[in-house]
């Protein structure tokens, strides 16, 4: 009889089973025993229980697992061997071991298959299905550790792990006095640091208590400061020299400085020849030539003042509001240049276009046209500029007794 161990548990398990032909002498398979022949029939037993009947069911040789299925290999090639679906019933959790027994075909000797029913899978590769295990083969990320120099290995000598890089060097955190040595960087330490610090420090923020016997390089003697490689701090003396003071006594150099109404004084007072360069605030205050040196500012905010000249262009017609100059603020002799330069002046030549309104000079050369030289050709009348082309042309209502006349350009 058989035994096979198999994890308890195990779910579609297909066995292959051979059946010997009880008529042989020489061992031979019992072909053709199909799973309704006659008096063909399975049970099973777990300790503890009675034996369970399995009902046998079709099966092909190549089909999906079907509790209870039974079917010949190959009748020619493998006589005697057959496939059998075994019940999950078989390899429930619970028990320890589990037969099974097929008989009762004519010449069928009776097969018997035993099973040791484990907590572990004997066909898990990697963990034997325990799943308190890393599911991950060895020398795997995830994998157990083992003694080695391999990936997820640890070097060990006498029981002591030596690490070759640590890659990762931040979080940690010593719970008691250690002493080691690096030649790398520490991000802060909190406690004490009782060796040397052969690097540089960014920052203490605590007070440091130390002895040293040299300053930047250059030895010393109990407290006092180096003499190479510093400057000595200015005595009194040095520094009144530094800031201007002649005397020991500040309170005599503050009281010599002038005062607020000396100094502005001094400002008003200064002579403003030596002020007039070009761009300077200087340069850019009004002045006056003569001895009368007030310019008075109206309760308007308006400079006063008496204009005795004023350079040529400086007043042009922006400057004027709308009726500030009238006839009351013109001479005589002012209108009379006025009128005289109107009549007299030479208008340039303009005509109006269809429906605008004209200026003067526009009223007055179509006034000419029409008066002077013009043409009429059937039903239109056309006004001549002084140089004898085009100036506008009107439309007559009839070309042999017009009544009306119309602009047309």
Do not use: C
């Amino acid at each position: 009889m058989a035994k096979r161990s198999i994890k308890a548990g195990t779910t579609s398990q297909r066995e292959y089973v051979f059946v010997n032909d009880s008529a042989s002498t020489t061992g031979a398979g019992k072909t053709g025993i199909a799973y309704n022949a006659a008096g063909i029939k399975a049970y099973y037993v777990r300790p503890g229980g009675s034996a369970t009947a399995i009902t046998l069911a079709t099966q092909t040789v190549t089909g999906a697992f079907s509790s209870g299925g039974w079917v010949e290999v190959d009748s020619t090639n493998m006589p005697g061997v057959y496939r059998f679906d075994v019940p999950d019933a078989v390899f429930a959790a619970g028990a320890e071991k589990a037969i099974v027994m097929v008989s009762g075909a004519s010449g069928m000797a009776p097969v018997v298959m035993e099973y040791d029913l484990t907590a572990y899978d004997p066909y898990d590769t990697v963990r034997l299905g325990l799943t308190a295990i890393p599911n991950v083969a060895s020398g795997s990320a995830g994998a157990l550790i083992t003694s080695g120099t391999g990936t997820a290995q640890l070097s060990v000598s006498s029981g002591a792990v030596t690490v070759g890089t640590n890659s990762d060097k931040t979080g940690y955190s010593l719970s008691s006095t250690q002493t080691f040595n690096t030649t790398g960087s520490v991000g802060s330490v909190a406690g004490d640091v009782g060796g040397n610090v052969v690097g540089s420090v960014a920052s203490v923020t605590n007070r440091v208590t130390a002895n040293t016997d040299q300053w930047n390089g250059v030895s010393v003697t109990g407290m006092p400061l180096p003499t190479a490689s510093y400057t000595t701090p200015l005595d009194a003396a040095g520094t009144r020299a530094a800031v201007g003071l002649a005397t020991a006594n500040l309170d005599t150099q503050l009281d010599a400085l002038p005062t607020a109404a000396e100094n502005a004084d001094a400002v008003w007072d200064e002579a403003y020849s030596g002020h007039t360069t070009a761009g300077t605030f200087g340069g850019r205050i009004p002045r006056s030539d003569s001895s009368n040196v007030e310019v008075k500012i109206t309760g308007s905010a308006h400079i006063a003042a008496d204009i005795h000249e004023l350079q040529p262009a400086v007043i042009e017609a922006q400057h004027f509001a709308t009726g500030a100059i009238d006839a009351n603020a013109l001479a005589t002799d002012a209108a009379t240049e006025i009128a005289t330069a109107v009549y007299t002046g030479q208008m340039t030549e303009s005509y109006r276009a269809a429906g605008v309104a004209p200026t003067l000079a526009q009223v007055a050369f179509e006034l000419i046209a029409h008066m002077g030289d013009s043409a009429i050709s059937g039903t239109t009348k056309t006004l001549k500029k002084i140089d004898g082309t085009t100036a506008k042309t009107f439309t007559l209502d009839s070309a042999t007794t017009p009544t009306s006349i119309t602009e047309a350009t």
